[in-house]
């Protein structure tokens, strides 16, 4: 792992298999940590014939967080955004989608398949939107337009979301709250055992907790809106991946992604929710492994294992 200085930022980044194979840049969602790319895709991707990078966005795991002086409620934000007022954050989606392309300016990377889950699959919409050049694909996976019109998450699952516990929280009890969100917001049709759910989120927990990172980064979200409109500027060749049982974002957001953006094929994945479950690394390579193929044809490297 690398910390790379990209658009006035520091990022923690990693890469797998071989630089002069095509790209796959990874990004991942609200208040998660690179490493909930599971490693096996990773490596599954790079087998492939692909150089995937992975990296922790601004605010979280090991990456720059903010320093600024001003606070933020998310009371405040919460009620002007339901009251259909601007919502103030310290960023919005368009400067972590320049992060985004700073990390392949210091890879020395041109372009790259773009790919996000959530939060993720915001940013990969806005640089596939605002730097064109930098996208050779873009996959966005189980994420929104951001439209006011779609339905939104359940009561439960958005408490869950929101009661984190704070960063002094005893580290049982951080733990406790992810595994109640995570079983809550996972995929039924391809459950993790509770005692490998509990394992993969302690590593990340051990790695960095950082609920204010968390909190700006859904500012973020709220502050940027509805970006159906940029949206319909995307050229580049999309994949949309959604899931039928999808509690924090319903399947209608990406229904309306697939719809807005021009061309854009949409697959539903039956069973699977909010989560990237080992269960669906097969699933989601084959889907993508497709995808790209289609745009620039097969990589050297065949077909690689998950």
């Not at 797998?16 to 599954?44: S, T, Y």
């Not at 959530?118 to 694909?137: D, K, N």
């Not at 989601?284 to 990589?299: D, I, N, Y």
Request: one cysteine or more; aromatic letters at 6%.
């Amino acid at each position: 792992m690398t910390l790379l200085a990209a658009n006035g930022v520091q990022l923690e980044v990693e890469c797998f298999g071989n630089p002069k194979h095509p790209a796959v840049l990874l990004i991942m969602g609200l208040g998660m940590q690179m490493i909930a790319w599971p490693d096996e895709f990773c490596r599954g991707l790079a087998s492939a014939g692909y150089h995937v990078v992975r990296f922790d966005n601004r605010d979280i795991g090991l990456s720059s967080k903010w320093q600024g002086a001003r606070r933020y409620s998310l009371a405040t934000a919460a009620l002007r955004y339901w009251l259909r007022l601007p919502v103030h954050a310290p960023y919005r989606l368009d400067a972590m989608a320049a992060d985004t392309a700073g990390v392949l300016d210091a890879l020395g990377i041109d372009a790259a398949h773009i790919v996000g889950a959530s939060m993720g699959g915001m940013i990969a919409q806005t640089v596939a939107a605002q730097y064109p050049q930098r996208a050779l694909s873009l996959s966005s996976i189980m994420s929104s337009t951001g439209s006011r019109s779609l339905p939104n998450p359940s009561i439960r699952v958005l408490r869950l979301l929101m009661a984190r516990p704070p960063a002094a929280a005893a580290f049982d009890q951080q733990l406790e709250h992810y595994v109640r969100l995570f079983q809550a917001i996972g995929s039924p049709g391809f459950p993790t055992p509770l005692k490998q759910l509990r394992e993969r989120l302690a590593v990340g927990l051990r790695r960095s907790y950082h609920p204010a990172g968390t909190a700006r980064q859904l500012l973020a979200i709220a502050a940027s809106g509805d970006r159906s409109a940029q949206l319909r500027r995307i050229s580049c060749p999309t994949l949309v991946i959604h899931g039928d049982a999808d509690c924090l974002v319903p399947l209608a957001h990406g229904i309306d992604s697939a719809r807005k953006i021009p061309n854009a094929q949409l697959r539903v994945v039956e069973g699977m929710g909010h989560d990237v479950a080992l269960g669906l690394l097969p699933i989601l390579t084959q889907h993508l492994l497709e995808h790209w193929q289609k745009v620039s044809g097969s990589p050297s490297g065949g077909v690689g294992n998950v």
